[in-house]
């Protein structure tokens, strides 16, 4: 991916950088916040739909995160944000006021899918929910994404959740805990968001196709608990077969060091075993008897295998030990750390890093992951920077519901919504790859 510059916004679907991408048409009001569903609608944006965002006169609570930039106003903008909400307008409005519920009642109609986030039944509450908007808009569909979804009686309903929640009720973290020890939270960043907003794409991208064949709208309803019940599928498949305490299964599937780090090994097949015993210098471990089983290799991985295996690699870096396992048809890879995964090869020659220049004189841009869908009837990017709080309210209301300048100035004096101060400022944004950024490939 070239170096691209950024938009004023991003294009509405019917023309303009999107217009060749396969969503291309497809308009979503999304009423969200933190991750859970903007990472669902970040990446129907990148495949070509009009995102128009809702957020509260306060912002999307993401925006507070840490570690945060600050905008050209002065306000932080978090870390969850910003790489949530690429290619996507900002319009701020008041839900809890009448008149804004009726301003995303009105603009319903014109929209494809209208999709929330919110604790179940909050949007009911306001007069928002599916019944309401299929009441002035039958053919939407309508998303919520929740703890514990929408349709089904539940005792967590009423239960506030975040990723690390419903991570721990999926049996994960209890699954990989350390006799002794507490449950290690988090291991792989929001696991429960980004898993939950993949489901929400797919029920998206379903919902669209039965509505194209059959004219109808319908509610999808995502329960974080649910994604993370298939995310985690090991679990509960593993338990009922017997499996206890973290057991995983006779394999090896261990870190060892190399002499700058660690590299994954994974070896469950006897011709790799074999392969492996080669590679190392041990054949004769194929006719040792203690290592005739796969349960034998695990038992004697410390006292026989890890030795040998650590011998054979220490005069090597973990990535040098790594290309000659795949050489020799052995899965493993490298454990890398932040800065190695910024200059991997593989990472740089497929353009995996965005870069967000920051407005607020630090030099280092923020790095937000590019799209991992690669379609070859249509072009990545352009990438539209993350909006600013209420950047797009007047172009959009005024857009979509027609109203004039005086009606937008006192829908604001009354705080019913919000507007940027300061839209002009960020037309010249750029963004760019990996590459175009660092030229000789190092920091």
Known sequence: MSAHEAAGAPGNGTGGPSAARPLAGIRILALEQMQALPFATQLLARLGADVVKIEPPTGDTGRASLPAVTDPQGRRVGATFLRNNLNKRSVCVDLKDPRGRDLVLKMAP??????????????????????????????????????????????????????????AMSGIYEMKREHGQPPRVSPVGALGDIGSALFATIGILAALRHRDATGRGQYVDIAMLDALLAMTDIVT?????????????????????????????QVGRDQHFARLAELVGHPEWTDDPRLATRQGWVDHLETVLRPAIETWA???????????????????????????????????????????????????????????????????????????????????????????????????????????RHRRTIRTARFRSRKSFFPNGSR
């Open 237 to 265: 498949n593993f338990w009922s077969m017997g499996l206890r305490n973290g057991e995983l299964g006779p394999l090896i599937m261990h870190g060892f060091r190399a002499r700058d780090g660690w590299f994954v090994l």
């Open 110 to 167: 014109r929209f494809d899918v209208i999709a929330e986030n919110s604790r179940a039944g909050a949007m009911d509450r306001l007069g928002l929910g599916y019944r309401d908007l299929a009441a002035v808009h039958p053919g939407c569909i309508y998303v919520s994404v929740s703890g514990f979804g929408n349709t089904v009686a539940t005792p967590y309903r009423d239960w506030p959740a975040f990723a690390a929640i419903v991570e």
């Open 314 to 420: 220490r005069a090597m870096t973990k990535v040098e030990a790594c290309h000659q396992l795949a050489a020799a048809g052995i899965a493993a890879g490298p454990c890398l750390s932040g800065a190695e995964v910024v200059t991997d090869p593989h990472v740089v020659a497929r353009s995996m890093l965005v870069e967000l220049p920051r407005t607020d004189g630090v030099a280092q841009p923020v790095l937000v992951p590019a799209s991992p869908v690669r379609l070859s009837g249509a072009a990545p990017g352009p990438e539209v920077r993350p909006p600013w709080l209420g950047e797009h309210t007047e172009e959009v209301l005024g857009a979509e519901l027609g109203l004039a300048p005086e009606e937008l100035a006192a829908l604001r004096a009354d705080g019913v919504i919000a507007l940027s």
